[in-house]
């Protein structure tokens, strides 16, 4: 089994910050990549940033400059720092990670969502 669980939501004015954790556990052989995806009411959820194990970043581009991420490798967590929160940034927050179990098997997990919401 492997879990992904989210902490760091709530709500927030306008131009402030939250940070986002996710922690992976269980049966887990290695992560390739970590993420962070956003769904809005009546909207796809779309990928928000990622990281590889590496450190290679990628950014959407509506956060770049706003939204940190960052990963422990040791401890198979990813944070994402967001700064310059707008109520447009207001959605539920999932937890993404591109990982190989033990018994070799390899997939997409997601966290169970966080929410974020941004008020004008």
């Known amino acids: 089994q492997v879990q992904l669980v989210e902490s760091g939501g709530g709500l927030v004015q306008a131009g402030g910050s939250l940070r986002l954790s996710c922690a992976a556990s269980?049966?887990?052989?290695?992560?390739?990549?970590m993420g962070w995806y956003r769904q809005a009411p009546g909207k796809q959820r779309e990928l928000v940033a990622s990281i590889t194990s590496g450190g290679s970043t990628n950014y959407a581009d509506s956060v770049k400059g706003r939204f940190t991420i960052s990963r422990d490798n040791a401890k198979n967590t990813v944070s994402l720092q967001m700064s310059s929160l707008k109520p447009e940034d207001t959605a539920v927050y999932y937890c993404?990670?591109?990982?190989?179990?033990?018994?070799?098997?390899?997939?997409?997990?997601w966290g169970q969502g966080t929410q974020v919401t941004v008020a004008s």
């Open positions: 269980g049966s887990i052989l290695s992560i390739n990549s």
């Open positions: 993404n990670a591109d990982l190989t179990r033990r018994n070799y098997y390899r997939g997409d997990y």
